[in-house]
């Protein structure tokens, strides 16, 4: 397919010198460009086809780098990315030594901010554009905020604190509802008006030449003020916006990209903080994703031409298997609740949502809320399983603390995208979770197949008390992990064929690799015997006592190494006054992780099978 006008654009410099009339083919190309592009490498596909002319005329108007543009999330930045001449770069989109997904600073300094968690972008924007004030810097701080990122609450916090920053512009990218008739002509016509710098110069002379005038100037100023917040409240119900110190445009057309064109060039003249609603279609211009935005939000390689409906979870995945359990268990226990942050079909619930809708709740991108929330339903006799991705569960520990853990309440954790996540890079990682739930204390299991994951959930529903965690890896199980079944034990030991003085242990995705590289120590005469733990925290009854017998432990985990369960059993084994040596193979704090495949990252961070083998030879030379 070819692609004159996109051809034409390798810098935004480029954009700004194409003809107004050409602006229109040049989105309708960039469209197509999206579609053909990401149905190869995968990707985020409908929150980019929502956002392309907001973008171009966000290019058009403004001058990166000197002007910042924030994403809030960052998964909608592709156009933001062919605009500033990475366009050659899409075909190695979120693999190895290839192109971020998202903002990355590092890869372009068009790109103002790392981006990969919502809620974050008005805060940023605010310090971004307070530093310019005191830095005596130009240019404008933009930041686009989708509708979802507004249901959690640090948008709110940030929105409190805009002070009077006459740099900051923030645009909602509305893609949830429709420019209603109260609202239509009259509404455009105004934000036409405000938007008019003669009409910007007149508004702040009248008020000066009122204000002037001794006694009644500043009543008469109020009285214009209040009267116009009347208006405002009758015409567009921005009164939220208003009243925290923005000036509000809007809604405005956000696939018109001449009007919008027009609108940002206009404020450059702004003389207040600037809140611009702009209403949107998700997957605009792919009929699938239009029908069907949540399951084109994130999708794997597929053909446009078939597309009828991907879901974000694969047919048979962790989360799929997860999702249809948990429905199938709740049938017979009333008070089973599911809860997730924006995520239905990403974390399997749909299947929850489709028999129980009273009983399933989706808080938006509120973890916070979220967790709190369970734990409230947990202490009137609920029991709620929370279900969140593990890099977003992170942002809810203090939570998990202290509304959770402190009353011991029964909520169970179900972590999704537990350990190294493919693709989408550093932000994204589930390595944390392990060390958090030990660090507050809740028991903790690690299934490394789908026959685990469903009897250790049910033991979760049924025989446990207080808050616990079940997680597990992103994706399909691996068949060889499948032919391991489930016993049903805390963990598993796998001996060798000959005595062993060194012993392999993991647990969950991991195990793969390690008894890959049992096998290859067995070829070179090495003998090792392998454990894999189901419980990780605490660490299984008995288990100390039997590792205690061997020389050499080699302890590997997709997790943090400090605070990680390797630690933990270092500890264990140290009060034990083992004597051994504990080889721990683990994320260092500083390593930083790529987006690439998980087999490129367990290589990268050496948590492959072949690194496990070269740190046992190692030892056994010395």
Not at 29 to 51: D, P, Q
Not at 308 to 314: G, K, T
Not at 382 to 398: E, K, N
């Amino acid at each position: 397919m070819s692609y004159p006008l996109l051809d034409q654009i390798n810098s935004p410099q480029a954009l700004k010198q194409l003809p107004s009339g050409q602006l229109e083919p040049l989105c309708s190309e960039i469209r197509s460009f999206l579609i053909e592009s990401v149905s190869k490498t995968g990707g985020h596909l409908s929150s980019n086809l929502g956002t392309i002319e907001l973008t171009v005329a966000l290019h058009r108007a403004f001058t990166t780098p000197e002007d910042k543009i924030v994403f809030d999330v960052g998964h909608q930045c592709y156009t933001h990315k062919l605009l500033t001449g990475r366009r050659e770069q899409f075909a190695a989109l979120r693999k190895l030594n290839g192109l971020s997904g998202f903002p990355c600073p590092s890869e372009s300094e068009h790109d103002a901010f790392v981006a990969g968690h919502g809620n974050t972008a008005i805060s940023v924007a605010i310090g971004m554009a307070r530093a310019k004030k005191l830095k005596n810097e130009p240019g404008k701080v933009i930041a686009l905020v989708g509708d979802g990122a507004f249901t959690g609450g640090m948008v709110y916090e940030g929105m409190n604190n805009i002070d009077t920053l006459n740099n900051l512009i923030v645009i909602l990218n509305d893609n949830k509802m429709s420019i209603s008739k109260n609202v239509g002509s009259l509404s455009r016509y105004l934000t036409v008006l405000r938007t008019d710098p003669e009409y910007t110069r007149a508004k702040a002379n009248t008020e000066s030449i009122l204000s002037a005038i001794p006694l009644v100037g500043m009543p008469m100023v109020h009285l214009l003020q209040n009267g116009k917040a009347l208006l405002r409240r009758g015409i567009y119900h921005s009164t939220m916006f208003e009243e925290m110190g923005f000036q509000y445009l809007g809604p405005v057309d956000g696939h018109d990209v001449l009007k919008l064109t027009e609108l940002f060039n206009n404020l450059h003249h702004q003389t207040a903080p600037v809140f611009v609603h702009a209403v949107t279609q998700k997957g605009k211009g792919f009929k699938p994703a239009e029908e069907n935005p949540g399951e084109f939000h994130g999708v794997s390689s597929f053909d446009p031409s078939h597309a009828l409906d991907p879901d974000v979870a694969p047919s048979a995945s962790f989360s799929t298997c997860f999702g249809q359990a948990l429905a199938e268990l709740a049938k017979d226990r009333p008070n089973v609740c599911a809860i997730t942050a924006a995520m239905k079909y990403g974390t399997g619930l749909q299947y929850f949502y489709r028999r129980y809708p009273e009983r399933f709740f989706d808080v938006g991108m509120a973890e916070q809320h979220a967790v709190t929330f369970a734990a409230g339903l947990a202490s009137q006799g609920m029991l709620p399983v929370v279900g969140i991705y593990s890099t977003f569960l992170q942002r809810a520990y203090d939570q998990m603390i202290h509304d959770v853990k402190l009353m011991d309440l029964g909520v169970v954790f179900a972590v999704d995208r537990a350990g190294l996540v493919p693709g989408d890079g550093e932000t994204h990682q589930g390595i944390y979770d392990p060390a958090y739930f030990r660090q507050i204390g809740i028991p903790t299991y690690s299934p490394c197949n789908y026959a685990e994951l469903e009897h250790w959930l049910k033991y979760l529903l049924d025989g446990c008390s207080g808050p616990r965690a079940i997680r597990y890896a992103r994706g399909e199980e691996p068949a060889a992990l499948a032919k391991l079944g489930c016993t049903g034990k805390p963990y598993d030991c796998y001996p060798a064929e000959q005595s062993a003085s060194t012993a392999l242990v993991t647990y969950g995705g991991l195990t793969c690799e390690v008894l890959q590289a049992a096998r290859q120590l067995a070829q070179q005469g090495i003998f090792v015997d392998v454990y894999k733990l189901v419980q990780i925290n605490p660490l299984p009854a008995g288990l100390c006592d039997e590792l205690a017998h061997y020389n050499t432990i080699l302890f590997a985990e997709e997790c943090v190494k400090t605070g990680g369960i390797g630690e933990s059993l270092g500890a264990a084994l140290s009060e034990r006054y083992w004597a051994g040596h504990l080889i721990h193979k683990a994320v260092r704090h500083d390593q930083k992780i790529p987006h690439a495949t998980v087999p490129e990252l367990k290589t990268a961070l050496g948590l492959d099978a072949e690194s496990i083998v070269n740190a046992i030879k190692g030892e056994c030379d010395h």
